[in-house]
């Protein structure tokens, strides 16, 4: 699953929002459904993004780049 993490994240800041939301919707991790969040954020979907932050226990206002959040991520997996 690190490995599938690590490649939506890369997806995502490459602009591939569609492959790295497959990948992460396909896992039930709360650490997915924080970059699944990030993803309608960045997507500009407020509501879906807010309900993902939710699943995962975080905060939709903690950052406000969602690629320095998701950089942020990809650092707290091992």
């Not at 699953?1 to 602009?15: F, P, Q």
């Not at 969040?37 to 879906?48: F, M, P, Q, W, Y």
């Not at 939709?60 to 091992?78: H, V």
């Amino acid at each position: 699953m690190t490995d599938d993490l690590k490649s939506a994240i890369r997806l995502a800041l490459a602009g591939e929002w569609d492959q790295a939301h497959f990948i992460v919707q396909e896992l039930g991790s709360p650490l997915a459904a924080w970059i699944h969040a990030v993803l309608h954020k960045i997507e500009g979907d407020e509501s879906n993004s807010r309900y993902w932050y939710a699943r995962a226990q975080k905060n939709y206002e903690d950052f406000k780049d969602p690629s320095e959040e998701l950089r942020f991520i990809d650092g707290t997996i091992s």
